[in-house]
């Protein structure tokens, strides 16, 4: 027996859930677990469900379409370990996460390798035998500098997931839309609250009670992609900036591997730039 996760995007009408179920049903198979959501602002409906049993997931594809209003979105996902690159610059806490719980087994994930414009985090890496690139950004013009890390990563021959692990640069549009829906970012803030730059220093600055981060897919509006995760923890008139700063590297860290973990597991749609996560 096998396990498939089955992803469906459709416009809303009646019935929907009973007709998919009759369909897993004519093929004998078991749900084993089942989510939907109706945005009846847009009539959209989502719908995650996990099935086992012995079925050609093309043919089960296709059955499924056949029964859907038109344009609508079917995946059968075949559950298995998904190929994924991360990007970090200098600071360790959130790449160091990552390490110790895909160390841990906690990811579904083969991470093919780390690339930074720095060799600061080599050593750190190579204590978990996965392979660091630099590729410095030194001398180069920003578009210069990210052909080659696009020539990299299409050295392999399926990456399902970016992820940047505290990655400082601005990506430019040819690098988002070479992965869109595909480049995980933590900000180091409770968006869309202090965008840019230090929002830590812009927190303090402000006076606030609570920071957060949010991690979110990355699209061409800086820091306004669809959000995926987000945490917060409590502040006083004590603090610092740089003492939100440490306190917020915890959150940072913990936010950026929970959303992975849901891309991971397939239970992220993104739909007019938000998230439906079941």
Known sequence: MSQYRILIEA???KGLVHKVSSIFYGYDLN???????????????????????????VELEKSIN?????????????????????????????????????EAGELEANILAVVSNYDALESLVSK?????????????????????????????????????????????????????????NIHHSFLPAFIGANPYKQAYDRGVKIIGATAHFVNNNLDEGPIIAQEVIHVDHAYSWKDMQRSGKDVEKVVLSRALKL???????????KTVIF
């Open 11 to 13: 416009n809303d009408e």
């Open 31 to 57: 749900i084993l677990s089942n989510s939907e959501y109706v945005d009846n602002e847009n009539n959209k409906f989502f719908m995650r469900s996990v099935v086992d049993g012995i079925v050609d997931g």
């Open 66 to 102: 056949d029964i859907l209003p038109s344009k609508s979105t079917v995946r059968v996902i075949y559950p298995k370990k998904k190929n994924i690159i991360i990007m970090a610059t200098k600071e360790l806490h959130a790449l160091g996460d990552i390490l110790i719980r895909h």
């Open 128 to 184: 978990f035998d996965i392979p660091y690139i630099t590729i410095s950004h030194e001398g180069l013009e920003r578009p210069a500098h990210e052909s080659k890390i696009i020539e990299y990563i299409d050295s392999f021959e399926d990456v399902d997931y970016i992820v940047l692990a505290k990655y400082m640069r601005i990506l430019t549009p040819r690098f988002v839309e070479t992965y869109k829906d595909k480049i995980i």
């Open 263 to 273: 891309a991971l597991e397939d239970r992220i749609f993104v739909f007019a730039n």
